[in-house]
């Protein structure tokens, strides 16, 4: 695969996980966070099901690469998605943005504690800057005036809070993705893990289907519900796993800033939202912590372009 074929996979899965980030919020006032749910496994599972068929090239899975694809789903996909539908319900998709910025520095610190991979100073740089923009905007949120916040805004606080949780579930995902990734192909991680999300979610998707009043739902809620778990649990998960083939992961990590960028995007350009001045600082200094995080080193670099 050609670098700029690479590049191209990963820059618009992290642009497709922004954006059902963002465009998961009118879903959620349309649905129940766990029928959402439940029904994303269910559409994505659907579409891939012919993925979930052992390659004949590929070695049977031993104890350790099932507990570890169980692991990735329950915290990638089933957690991930508890904390992210119901925190984006709660805040605005700029404040996920933002805070969906820190996954990076995320990533490291848990690979740091978890893989003892050493973090250089420029990473810890990019620590202090995802927690100062997630600190800027929880005290932009909590100087707002009570008469300019909503409703749902007076829970803003538990809203960023459960975004935060769904980062750290990314960055797990993102570890234990490494693991994986040598031992199964891209379809088979993600027809699998959707799978273990299907199951994980379907006793609380069943109990809210029964109560719930389908006919309430407009026509254009079901098509970005379509969009949204083809998104969600396809496209993104092949496209990155199809463009880390032709790309090194640290230089992979570079298209994570299109995350938070096509969040804000999304929020501010199709759901209305405003983006004021300290959200704006906050998302300024949140996206220097994505690069500080992700952009390879003068020697890696050297390294690569020598060896190539």
């Known amino acids: ?32 966070v766990f029928l959402l749910g439940w029904l994303r496994f ?23 690469t099932r507990w570890l694809v169980f692991l990735e789903s329950f915290v990638g996909n089933f957690m991930f998605s508890i904390c992210m539908l119901f925190g984006v319900s709660m805040t605005s998709a700029v404040s996920a943005g933002v805070i969906m910025a820190a996954i990076p520095a995320a990533v490291a610190v848990l690979s740091w504690i978890f893989l003892r991979e050493q973090i250089p100073l420029r990473v810890w740089g990019a620590v202090a800057c995802a927690m100062g923009g997630i600190g800027l905007l929880a005290w932009s949120n909590s100087g707002a005036t009570h008469a300019a916040q909503s409703s749902a805004g007076n829970h803003a606080w538990l809203g960023n809070l459960l975004v935060f949780c769904a980062v750290l579930c990314e960055a797990a995902y993102a570890v234990i993705g490494k693991k994986l990734s040598g031992v199964l192909s891209p379809r088979r991680i993600s027809s699998l893990i959707n799978l273990w999300g299907f199951l994980l979610m379907t006793p609380m998707g ?103």
């Open 1 to 32: 695969m050609s670098r700029p074929v690479a590049f191209g996979c990963l820059a618009l899965s992290m642009s497709l996980v922004g954006s059902y980030v963002a465009l998961s919020k009118p879903l959620t006032a349309a649905l129940p």
């Open 42 to 64: 269910g559409i994505a599972g659907i579409a891939m099901l012919p993925w979930l068929k052992k390659p004949a090239d590929e070695a049977p899975m031993n104890r350790q």
């Open 206 to 308: 069943i109990y809210w289907a029964l109560k719930f009043d389908f006919a309430s739902v407009h026509g254009g809620s079901w098509l970005l519900l379509i969009f949204y778990s083809l998104a969600a649990s396809v496209w993104t998960v092949w496209l990155w796993m199809t463009g880390l083939k032709g790309v090194p992961a640290n230089l992979a990590g570079i298209f994570t800033v299109m995350l938070p960028v096509s969040a804000t995007l999304v929020g501010v350009l199709v759901l209305g939202e405003k983006l004021s001045s300290m959200q704006l600082v906050a998302f300024a200094i949140a996206t220097l912590g994505v690069l500080l995080a992700t952009l390879p080193s003068r020697n890696a670099l050297k390294r690569r372009y020598t060896d190539a």
